[in-house]
Every structure is written in structure tokens, then in C-alpha cells.
């Protein structure tokens, strides 16, 4: 067996910056620490904090009035910032900024006027969090079908947003069809997709054709590492999206397979590991890292925190 490791991989810059928000504020402040939503969309992640004592909450109601609540990387809408203002909770937002950047670009398209196409998933926190900002200027649409289902005037003043998770091939084939729909629609000055949603996604795209069977690190609930799994299905190869090393099955192997293994933004490189230990232990794997992109992105903590982590 060959073991092809995917790079780029796991963690991105909005990731890493989350989690270091997380750990540094349960430093500072201890528990009871809430975050709203899921810091990130990644299960043992998840697990691990809970078991520090931090509570994850998808009501705000939920933080005891006066309490520190973080807001996860996927971004909230003014209406939660609003309700923690009035709960008189201390409030560390760990956004990501690229996800600040489409709220940002929402709000600057409702006030010159603009409906806004928003293209993403349906309940995603990303999402909810986009679609608060404008309530009234955007509508979501997932696919080509939710396009031509649109009932927009022929001459409306239109423009496009992107949740930043989403597949880039995905994204352009919608986008392409609102374009044929409404000529007239504007986007963003840069794409919105995240610079490591398609890294990851491109890395994938040009290992697969050596792949038999790919292995992708992320949870059901990450949209980033869905959009991995089904890249490399949709040009034939089996591909499985699990948390850690336990969910492999000694089915989905015959020991000649090459084996692509990689990892969503959220999942964490220690599970990465333990699937290439137990792939050595079980088939005599080999292992190939294959580099198709460097990054070198970094965001600092959140404003509330940079003063803290320097005491």
C-alpha cells in the first residue's frame, strides 16, 4: 500500500485562530466558558473542550446573564451581538476574518440598494450569520435548480455572495447561471471561497486521478470537508469522511491500493497521523507527501484577547 498525504491540509488560519481564542480565554477566565454554536465544526474538538468545562450553546439565551460568552469562527448575526449586549455578557468574537469579510460586503450591498444572492447551504452557522445582517436584501440559493426558481424582476439591482466552505467548481457552475439569469449581477471585488477551502480542494483535485480509495479527516457537520469527500467521488474514487483512526474499516483497502489521505480546515493533524500508524500497521504502508501549495497565513486573536495573552 502507498499512502499519498495531501498538502495543504487540516487547520487553516481561521481554525487555528479560533481554538488559540478558546484556549487563551479559559486561561484567563475559566469556566463556566460558553461559545455560541460549535467553536469550530469538528467533533473531538468539540469533545476536548467540553471536557475542559467549556459549554457550547446555540441559544444565547443560554450564557447566565453577565457571563463570557466567544462567538465561533463561523460568525453570528447583529441580532445575537445585540442580545448579548442587553445580558450584559462579555463577548470575545473569534470570526473568521474571511467570514467578517462577506458580512461586511452583505451590509455594504443592502445599503447601496442591492438584493443579494446568497449561495450557500440552508442552516449552516455561516450562513444564519450572513443572512442576519441583511435580513431583508438577501436570499439563499444551494444550486442551478434554486436559481431558475428565482422570481426576481428582469432589471433588479442584484448582486452575489458566497459562503466560504463552499466547493469552487460548485460555486462557479451557480454562479455562471445567475449570471445567464440576470446579466446585470455584480459580485465581490475577490472571490469570497476561502483561501484554504480551495487550496485543500485543489490539492485533492490534481492527487485524485493516483488514488483508489481517499480518506478524508473532517466531520459530518464541516461543509469544507463534505466538499473534499465529494470531489474525489465525483470522478470515481470511493472516498470516506471520518473523525479519527477508529471509523476505518479493513474493507474499504486492498493492501496495492495508493490511499490519498487529507484533511478539512477543522480537523486536527493527530487523527491524520493515527490513520497513516494504522494503515502502516495493517497493509505495510509506504508514505508520499505531495505538496501542490504552500501557505503562510495567519490571523491574530480577537481584539478582546490580544491584550490578555501578553500578561
Known amino acids: ?29 475559566g469556566s463556566p466558558l460558553y461559545v455560541y ?6 467533533r473531538p474538538i468539540v469533545e476536548r473542550f467540553q471536557k475542559l468545562g467549556i459549554v457550547f450553546v446555540d441559544d444565547i439565551s443560554e450564557v447566565p446573564e453577565g457571563g463570557t460568552v466567544l462567538y465561533s469562527a463561523h460568525g453570528v ?18 470570526t473568521c476574518p474571511l ?18 444572492i446568497l449561495i450557500g447551504h440552508e442552516g449552516h452557522d455561516e450562513v444564519i450569520g450572513t443572512m442576519g445582517e441583511a435580513p431583508a436584501n438577501i436570499v439563499l440559493v444551494e444550486d442551478e435548480e434554486d436559481v431558475e426558481a428565482l422570481k426576481l424582476p428582469a432589471d433588479v439591482k442584484l448582486a452575489f455572495l ?35 477551502t480551495q487550496n485543500r480542494q485543489d490539492a485533492v483535485r490534481k492527487i485524485v486521478p493516483e488514488a483508489d480509495v481517499v480518506v478524508v479527516l473532517g466531520s459530518q457537520n464541516s461543509s469544507n470537508s463534505q466538499r473534499l469527500a465529494e470531489l474525489a467521488r465525483s470522478v470515481g474514487k470511493p472516498a470516506y469522511l471520518i473523525d479519527r483512526a477508529s471509523e476505518l474499516r479493513d474493507e474499504w483497502f486492498t493492501p496495492a491500493d495508493t490511499v490519498l489521505i487529507t484533511a478539512g480546515a477543522s480537523a486536527p493533524e493527530e487523527h491524520v497521523q493515527d490513520c497513516i500508524e ?15 501549495r504552500e501557505e503562510h497565513v495567519s490571523f491574530p486573536l480577537p481584539r478582546e484577547l490580544r491584550v490578555l495573552a501578553n500578561t
Not at 499512502?3 to 477566565?29: K, Q, S, Y
Not at 454554536?37 to 469538528?42: A, C, D, G, P, R
Open 1 to 29: 500500500m502507498k499512502i499519498i498525504l495531501a498538502n495543504p491540509r487540516g487547520f487553516c488560519a481561521g481554525v487555528n485562530m479560533a481554538i488559540d481564542a478558546l484556549e487563551t480565554a479559559l486561561a484567563h477566565f
Open 37 to 42: 454554536h460549535e467553536i469550530v465544526h469538528n
Open 77 to 94: 448575526s447583529p441580532v445575537i451581538r445585540e442580545h448579548s449586549r442587553t445580558r450584559n455578557l462579555r463577548a470575545i468574537d473569534a
Open 99 to 116: 467570514v467578517t469579510k462577506v458580512h461586511l460586503e452583505a451590509v455594504k450591498f443592502a445599503r447601496e440598494g442591492y438584493t443579494i
Open 162 to 196: 458566497t459562503q466560504t466552505t463552499l466547493s469552487v467548481d460548485e460555486a462557479k457552475v451557480v454562479i455562471d447561471a445567475i449570471k445567464r439569469m440576470y446579466p446585470q449581477v455584480v459580485g465581490p471585488n475577490k472571490d469570497d471561497i476561502c483561501y484554504a
Open 278 to 292: 494504522y494503515l502502516k500497521k495493517k497493509f505495510g504502508a509506504s508514505v508520499e507527501t505531495r505538496t501542490v
